[in-house]
């Protein structure tokens, strides 16, 4: 089962290491490490420099205290917490699997933050608070009342919760040694894809052709053969993807002149360019599926995360 409960509070006691006038380097790498800070302040509406502002104020003796009180209460609340989460994991309904606790530091100035991502809702405490508000709040009582809060307000959402699956196996997939080529972490992930979401009824993968200017070579994919294995930029939804370099979602096919049938059974499309890390296009996820217009902002945005993990462990 994937973990529901998580500690990153150690990321953000690294401003400890910095000196002040650097903390705004500190900020963006803390941003960098830790996505959901960047959906944190998002919701907000804090700027960088408001929030860097506040932490000096703060100052860096009351930001030790709060590492070392956090030091003290986080082995027993931890533990507490992982142990309710076990014994009550129907009250918690932890099988829902579209959502997790993480253990963080925001600002201080409240107990917990819903986040809403592609994958799932993120509730997270905040650690500074807690050491704020020491002598008047119970961490674990307030943890529990955040758990509870989300599930009496929010209904299961299965998509959500198959892609967090999805994102933490492929996670997982890359850092395996046993797939240490492009090709057989490509077909996995296909098998990946087309295994978990219903409706992803052809899964695969066009890589930029080394041979040829402006032309897609078919990769590895899941699904009916097809007969294209050779695609030109600018032909088709794929070439358009590639000629334009960006994400192309079909809702119909159809309605669209310049589309190239692989299956009478496909509905709809999307594709997802990836790009190296200058912004060359290296390839793209292609996927169909027999139902109309069943992609939305998650699939995207999930989709457009996936090559942040693999093409870095090519070089790309």
């Not at 960098?32 to 860097?52: A, H, P």
């Not at 917990?112 to 994958?119: C, D």
């Amino acid at each position: 089962m994937r973990s529901v409960f998580r500690d990153f509070t150690d990321y953000f006691f690294e401003v400890l290491t910095y000196p002040k006038e650097k903390w705004n380097l500190f900020w963006q790498d803390y941003k960098r490490s830790l996505d959901f800070i960047n959906l944190y302040q998002e919701k907000k509406d804090i700027k960088d420099d408001e929030i860097v502002e506040k932490f000096k104020k703060i100052g860096r003796r009351e930001l030790d205290r709060a590492f070392w009180y956090k030091q003290e209460i986080i082995k027993d609340l931890k533990a507490d917490i992982i142990k309710d989460l076990t014994k009550s994991s129907e009250k918690f309904q932890v099988d829902r699997g579209d959502y997790a606790v993480y253990l963080t530091v925001f600002t201080g100035n409240s107990p917990y933050e819903f986040l809403e991502s592609f994958i799932g809702t993120i509730i997270g405490i905040d650690i500074l608070y807690f050491y704020f508000n020491r002598d008047k709040i119970d961490p674990k009582t307030l943890i529990e009342e955040a758990i509870m809060k989300f599930i009496n307000s929010t209904p299961p959402n299965k998509k959500k919760a198959d892609f967090w699956i999805l994102y933490d196996k492929i996670k997982t997939l890359i850092s395996d040694k046993n797939y240490n080529d492009q090709q057989s972490i490509l077909k996995l992930i296909s098998q990946l894809l087309a295994e978990r979401i219903p409706y992803y009824n052809w899964v695969g993968f066009y890589l930029v052709d080394e041979t040829e200017d402006n032309s897609l070579v078919l990769g590895p994919f899941v699904g009916e053969p097809t007969e294209h294995t050779k695609i030109k930029f600018g032909q088709g939804i794929c070439g358009q993807a590639a000629s334009t370099k960006t994400t192309f979602v079909v809702d119909d096919v159809s309605k669209e002149d310049n589309y190239l049938s692989c299956s009478p059974k496909t509905q709809s499309e999307i594709v997802v360019p990836i790009f190296d890390k200058n912004g060359n296009i290296v390839g793209e996820i292609d996927i169909d599926s027999h139902e109309k217009a069943p992609f939305d902002q998650d699939d995207r945005s999930f989709l457009e995360l996936l090559p942040n993990y693999f093409l870095k462990d090519f070089g790309k």
